[in-house]
């Protein structure tokens, strides 16, 4: 049964900084790359990072590019979210995701999310 749990989210001020985890079981970790997305209120779900399976590429997106930071450590099967000089408009549900390296186009397995609030 594959898992994924996110954790680490909370409320924060303007600023702040939080560090989310997505402990990962159920599933070879290293042979998956792995996302952050997230969702805000009547917005859609957005890719904000994403890093290969090796750790070797990563992408951001432009909203949160110079602040969030992710990376992984296949030794304990988890990624990580670093966010840093976080503002109000990041705050939305956070989720991880799992993608073969090879064979999926999309991120099929998912979390449950953890909510990230970040106060003005």
């Known amino acids: 049964q594959v898992q994924l749990v996110e954790s680490g989210g909370g409320l924060v001020q303007a600023g702040g900084s939080l560090r989310l985890s997505c402990a990962v079981s159920?599933?070879?970790?290293?042979?998956?790359?792995m996302g952050w997305f997230r969702q805000a209120p009547g917005k859609e779900r957005e890719r904000v990072a994403s890093?290969?399976?090796?750790?070797?590429?990563?992408y951001y997106s432009d909203s949160v590019k110079g602040r969030f930071t992710i990376s992984r450590d296949n030794a304990k099967n988890t990624v990580y979210l670093q966010m840093n000089l976080l503002k109000p408009e990041d705050t939305a549900v956070y989720y991880c995701?799992?993608?073969?390296?090879?064979?999926?186009?999309?991120?099929?397995?998912w979390g449950q999310g953890t909510q990230v609030t970040v106060s003005s």
């Open positions: 995701a799992a993608r073969h390296r090879s064979y999926d186009r999309e991120y099929s397995y």
């Open positions: 159920g599933l070879p970790f290293s042979t998956y790359d």
């Open positions: 890093i290969t399976w090796s750790g070797g590429r990563t």
